[in-house]
């Protein structure tokens, strides 16, 4: 059974760091592109960072730019995503996705973690 796991979600006030995880596990993902999603109340869901598997030239969002780091142990299947300077607009449920061709949509998504920036 292939699942994503994210962890490292929680309240935090503005100005602060929080570094989220997702563990993937039940298939291989060797090639697979791995990103962030981030859907708040009322908004649609938008990709904040993606990172192929290389590692080379990640995709950030222009809100996200200068302020969020994604990172990935290929060893441990794990995807990152340090978040520095939080700002209240960044509250969120953020999910981690996997992506195996860049022309098809992303295969495998987590279940999500809160994230809450409290100004």
Not at 3 to 13: A, H, K, M, N
Not at 25 to 53: D, L, N
Not at 89 to 111: F, K, L, R
């Amino acid at each position: 059974q292939v699942q994503l796991v994210e962890s490292g979600g929680g309240s935090v006030q503005a100005g602060g760091s929080l570094i989220l995880s997702c563990a993937a596990s039940g298939r291989t993902f060797r090639g697979y592109a791995m990103a962030w999603f981030r859907q708040a109340p009322g908004k649609e869901r938008e990709c904040v960072a993606r990172i192929t598997w290389s590692g080379g030239n990640p995709y950030y969002a222009d809100s996200v730019k200068g302020r969020f780091t994604i990172s990935r142990d290929n060893a441990k299947n794990t995807v990152y995503l340090q978040m520095n300077s939080l700002k209240p607009e960044d509250t969120a449920v953020y999910y981690c996705a996997a992506q195996n061709s860049v022309i098809s949509n992303y295969d495998y998504w987590g279940q999500g973690t809160q994230v809450t920036v409290s100004s």
